[in-house]
């Protein structure tokens, strides 16, 4: 899909891991990664693993897939920084706090609109249904944005087994986000029409180390490419400089 490409910047020695959400991929991360990349920082911007291409790619993938390829991605980035901190909107700050949970040296995160606390039982029910009479995609949940004109480059279907597991992993994360000790900056929309805003109250509640939450008072889901964007980008390039003690010396 045009602009579904991954994207790379090399600056300091200090790094920022950013992830993308669900059926979405790096159109939707791409300014704020690249705001990163202004600001000094290297910079990885990942494609996803079933993202980005036709729908049907994605149809086979699961939790593992993309928590998998998040790892790899961040340990090929801690490999050549001093530090790193990791950035996530919905599915990818779900990742972004599987990955803290995980490496306690984490510098710090910062969370758009993050889904870690999933639909309950009867909601997934209702999907289990759908699959076992033989549905495999349901409507598109992509380019929940305020903003008019601003589109994102979303699949128009969600692979139902997908988000399934999707919940299943969001689960394991919620479960676990007492272990998250570094900096969260968590920025929440006050309208969100994909991840109900009690995701964000669960990080704040949970996480043990400090959180600074800021409200989105302009934007929808996708606030990256919303009104808010400016200062998303602001508020996230400044916690950067802040956890990672600036970008650092410049790579070689």
Not at 71 to 97: K, P
Request: aromatic fraction near 6%; include cysteine; charged fraction near 20%.
């Amino acid at each position: 899909m045009p602009g579904a490409e991954p994207w790379s910047a090399a600056g300091g020695s200090n790094g920022v891991l950013v992830l993308h959400g669900f059926t979405g991929n790096p159109q939707s991360m791409r300014p704020l990664a690249e705001a990163l990349a202004a600001a000094g920082f290297t910079v990885e911007l990942p494609l996803l693993p079933g993202h980005g291409t036709a729908v049907e790619d994605m149809v086979p993938t699961r939790w593992e897939d993309w928590s998998g390829a998040a790892e790899a991605h961040f340990q090929a980035l801690a490999a050549r920084c001093d530090h790193v901190a990791v950035v996530g909107l919905s599915m990818g700050g779900a990742l972004t706090c599987w990955l803290a949970e995980r490496h306690p040296h984490l510098a710090g995160i910062a969370l758009v609109n993050p889904l870690v606390h999933a639909p309950d039982a009867e909601f997934r029910a209702g999907i289990q249904a759908l699959l076992d009479a033989g549905t495999e995609l349901f409507d598109g949940i992509g380019s929940d944005i305020k903003k008019e004109g601003s589109v994102e480059a979303s699949y128009g279907g969600t692979p139902l087994a997908a988000v399934l597991s999707l919940f299943d992993g969001a689960d394991e994360v919620e479960a676990k986000l007492s272990d998250i000790h570094c900096p969260t900056l968590l920025l929440s929309s006050r309208e969100d029409h994909v991840v109900e805003p009690v995701s964000g109250d669960v990080v704040a509640e949970r996480v043990s180390g400090p959180v600074e939450r800021i409200w989105l008072e302009e934007s929808y889901h996708v606030a990256t490419l919303d009104n808010d964007a400016p200062l998303i980008e602001s508020k996230v390039v400044e916690f950067a400089r802040t956890v990672l003690g600036g970008p650092g010396e410049v790579a070689v």
